[in-house]
């Protein structure tokens, strides 16, 4: 398996301009989780889906941002409009449903907002 | 490696000494504890975990013990080599059929060759 997969690698954007950062998760993982890694914050979880289902989204920040699951092996994270203070890595990671150890995690999108 | 490091906890090890690092948990509700790995430009890697009932556990030159009493994880790599340097974390599930981590700030580990 390919493990879980995100892109872009890396964004440079302009304030105010829409970004989409994508996430394919292992196959077979049935939940997915978006979280946003930062200096100040460390590691905060923004939001995660079961059975392709938004569960809990209390982490995202404000409005601006949005997260979508069309199906079972892709999601989305968009920020819009984007701002300099959402400049982050964003990571994805999947798991069975109630199996915590497999928590498999992307290698990440490295998100600059100038 | 990630930015994250700059603000960090650091232990500074030589290559062959053993590392200790230390992780405290709030939740005496927790019920699994993980270790995580994260090497610069990756997302964390689980290592190592550890249940409640349990106090002590061993892999391949890791171990990680549990003090529940005063809420207290270590990680110990035995003979650090230069491969070890990374971000640790630590992280917690509060169960009660909760199966999210709660990541803690994370130790920067640099070992010298």
Redesign the interface.
């Known amino acids: 398996d390919a493990g879980?997969i995100q892109s872009p690698r890396h964004e440079v954007t302009e304030m105010g301009q829409e970004v989409t950062l994508r996430c394919k998760p292992i196959s077979g993982h049935n939940?997915l989780?978006w979280y946003r890694?930062?200096?100040?914050r460390?590691?905060e979880?923004l939001i995660?889906f079961n059975n392709n289902v938004p569960i809990d989204d209390s982490g995202m920040p404000e409005d601006r941002f949005s997260a979508k699951m069309p199906n079972a092996s892709f999601s989305t994270l968009k920020i819009q409009p984007s701002e300099p203070r959402d400049s982050a890595?964003y990571?994805c990671?999947s798991?069975l449903?109630?199996?915590?150890?497999g928590?498999?995690?992307?290698?990440?999108t490295r998100l600059t907002v100038v | 490696g990630?930015?994250?490091g700059?603000?960090l906890p650091t232990l500074s090890v030589q290559e062959g000494d053993n590392s200790i690092i230390n992780c405290a948990y709030s939740n005496s509700a927790s019920d699994?504890f993980?270790w995580y790995k994260q090497e610069s430009?990756?997302?964390?890697?689980?290592i190592i975990?550890i249940r409640s009932n349990m106090d002590k556990r061993q892999g391949q030159r890791v171990t990680v013990l549990l003090n529940k009493t005063v809420k207290h994880l270590s990680l110990q790599i035995a003979a650090t080599q230069p491969g070890d340097s990374a971000v640790y974390?630590c992280a917690e599930?509060i169960g009660g059929g909760s199966?999210?981590?709660t990541?803690?700030?994370?130790t920067s580990l640099i070992v010298h060759p």
């Open positions: 879980v939940s989780f890694q930062t200096m100040m460390g590691l979880l995660y890595v990571f990671a798991s449903p109630g199996r915590v150890r928590y498999t995690f992307g290698s990440g | 990630e930015s994250v700059l603000h699994y993980i430009g990756k997302g964390p890697q689980f975990d974390f599930n199966y999210i981590p990541f803690g700030r994370g």
